[in-house]
């Protein structure tokens, strides 16, 4: 696996509400939500106890039948994607 191991952490104005099987995640400072589907819902949780990328990874790749090149792909876009709505600090 080459997913570069950065930490992650929810921004502090970000909150989260349960939808169906995902979360919608609301961003008090631009007032923009970001939907997430059941695994992105699990990603957020895992950030809450792991806080970096590769643990996360190890986790979810225990948990889903997904190939290890395709869940680093769709992690490496959910975080890209979560650090543009300012709902993660990535460092």
């Known amino acids: 696996m080459n997913l570069p191991k950065r930490n992650i952490r929810i921004a502090d104005h970000s909150i989260v509400q349960e939808m ?4 919608v995640i609301l961003n008090l400072n631009t ?3 970001y939907e997430l589907d059941e695994v ?3 990603f957020w949780e ?3 106890d792991h806080q970096d990328s590769e643990s996360v990874f190890n986790v ?6 997904v190939s290890a ?3 680093q792909t769709d992690i490496l876009r959910l975080i890209e994607n979560l650090e543009k709505a300012e709902l ?3 460092s």
Do not use: A, N, P, T
């Open 60 to 65: 979810l790749q225990d948990e889903y039948e």
């Open 69 to 71: 090149e395709q869940l």
């Open 31 to 33: 007032e923009h939500f």
């Open 88 to 90: 993660i600090v990535v």
């Open 40 to 42: 992105g819902k699990r």
């Open 46 to 48: 895992l950030l809450s």
């Open 20 to 23: 169906g099987h995902g979360v």
